[in-house]
Nanobody, 124 residues
């Protein structure tokens, strides 16, 4: 069974930084493409960023380009989301997701495994 556990969320002022981590229990982590999604109150869960199995390719939603960076360490079975220049619009619960495919995708329904989420709150 695949288990994803996020950490690193919290309260930060606008312009500040946070780094989210997602630890994956599966031994074959390097065969999974990974992504981050987020869900703000009253809104649907939306795609934020994705990374291929090797980390060589990444993809971002336009609103976070240049501010958020996804990365992974396959030796630690962990994917990260470095969040800089945070804005109040970034306030949401952030979810880690994995799919048993080496190529990433930005469609929520194409991810097989999800974490429980971590809250990020940006105060203005």
């Amino acid at each position: 069974q695949v288990r994803l556990v996020e950490s690193g969320g919290g309260l930060v002022q606008a312009g500040g930084s946070l780094r989210l981590s997602c630890a994956c229990s599966v031994r074959t982590f390097s065969t999974y493409a990974m992504a981050w999604f987020r869900q703000a109150p009253g809104k649907e869960r939306e795609f934020v960023a994705a990374i291929s199995w090797s980390g060589s390719r990444t993809y971002y939603v336009d609103s976070v380009k240049g501010r958020l960076t996804i990365s992974r360490d396959n030796t630690k079975n962990t994917v990260y989301l470095q969040m800089n220049s945070l804005e109040s619009e970034d306030t949401a619960v952030y979810y880690c997701a994995g799919r048993l495919d080496r190529n990433y995708d930005y469609t929520r329904g194409r991810y097989d495994y999800w974490g429980q989420g971590t809250q990020v709150t940006v105060s203005s």
